[in-house]
């Protein structure tokens, strides 16, 4: 109880490991980056100044090449022209969004845990068959398609596959793509900062669920220029934006008709949590509990058992020296069921341009050399 009680307090002297000054990395890649942990645990951040009331940053802001590439107008060809379908009106966008930090989202996240109240009086083996399979499809909807093909493109795949592994990961309850790929790519451009969606600096629990409640930090993610322009010019993303809360109803629905209550319970609330809960931990637990191999300049962690729940994101701090890579598990005992999956993809011809890290790249980013 104790350990809790000092993560959820944002003072360096609370973190399972000492506040070294990690040499910088990505310089070029991010506007506030982690000099001095201990310090922007206070509130200095050696990189920032106010003007006129605003937060301005020293260094120059550029972003990775994935993130620099999305960031084309949405909706827009080559040539410029508008693409873009006649908007909803915002109220119903707006009604619409069940991502992090919206009502429609809080109410989500709070009524597949309530499912999960019910589980124990409605068990049986075939709702808990149920319950495992969608977690195995969602997740892997999550890992592979919204994670590594869509944020980092680590890969290429047909377009039908990409909207059909797109599609498993929309019902994992964790929002659309376009809302997921956003949020994701503002947490590598600021990670462990202030402007980290869901920075450990702010406590263990605020990354791990805090964030998602966080109404206000959600408003000033939204005022912040696109970062997903290669998502939003695409109908398919779009429609499944204005169109999310549908889709989990109507799985639902489909789960009641086929087993009736215990199906909805097992296969909506109790599949939901979990999944939910080890996503959460890749943002909270792998970025304060874990070894590092790399000199990524953040907190990124390697947590073999995170690693092993959510089908190889707990090798987060490989995933943060080599963003672009497809496999996560570098080491060949390192799990990695995504890129097992990847893999076996690429051996049918389904997957190509599979991007991986060189031995050059390893060797410059280690922090022993052996």
């Not at 309530?114 to 399979?133: E, I, N, Q, R, S």
């Not at 947490?187 to 791990?208: N, R």
Request: charged share 15%; aromatic share 12%.
């Amino acid at each position: 109880m104790a350990l809790f009680l000092s993560l959820s307090t944002p003072n360096a002297k609370s973190l399972p490991f000492s506040p070294q000054i990690y040499p910088l990395r990505r310089q070029t890649q991010t506007g506030i980056l982690l000099r001095n942990y201990s310090s922007i645990c206070r509130g200095q951040n050696p990189f920032t100044y106010y003007r006129n009331g605003e937060i301005q940053h020293t260094l120059s802001r550029k972003l990775s090449p994935i993130v620099r590439a999305a960031e084309t107008p949405a909706g827009s060809d080559d040539n410029g022209e508008d693409m873009t379908s006649p908007p909803l009106p915002a109220r119903m966008l707006k009604f619409l969004d069940v991502g992090p930090g919206s009502p429609a989202g809080a109410v989500l996240l709070a009524s597949t845990h309530l499912l999960c109240l019910f589980a124990p009086f409605c068990f049986t083996w075939d709702a808990a068959g149920v319950a495992l399979g969608l977690a195995v499809v969602t997740a892997l909807g999550v890992t592979l398609s919204y994670h590594r093909n869509l944020c980092h493109r680590s890969f290429k795949i047909p377009k039908w596959l990409e909207y059909l592994f797109a599609y498993c990961g929309v019902h994992a309850l964790q929002g659309d793509p376009i809302g997921w790929v956003s949020t994701h790519r503002q947490h590598h451009q600021h990670c462990d900062s202030e402007k980290d969606p869901h920075s450990p600096i702010q406590g263990f629990w605020y990354s791990h669920l805090g964030w998602m409640l966080d109404f206000n930090s959600t408003n000033e993610r939204g005022e912040m220029p696109t970062n997903v322009g290669d998502l939003e010019s695409q109908f398919f993303y779009k429609f499944i934006q204005r169109t999310y809360i549908i889709h989990p109803i109507l799985l639902a629905t489909l789960l009641y008709v086929t087993g009736g209550f215990p199906y909805v319970v097992w296969g909506m609330g109790v599949r939901a949590v979990l999944t939910y809960q080890i996503t959460f931990l890749v943002n909270s637990a792998c970025h304060l509990w874990g070894t590092q191999a790399w000199n990524t300049g953040d907190l990124s962690r390697n947590n073999w058992l995170v690693a092993m729940l959510s089908f190889g994101e707990g090798w987060h701090n490989n995933h943060h020296t080599f963003e672009y890579s497809a496999r996560h598990g570098l080491e060949w005992w390192q799990l990695d069921i995504t890129w097992y999956v990847v893999r076996a993809l690429q051996a049918f011809g389904l997957a190509t341009d599979v991007k991986l890290p060189t031995d050059a790249q390893k060797k410059k980013m280690a922090l022993t050399t052996t």
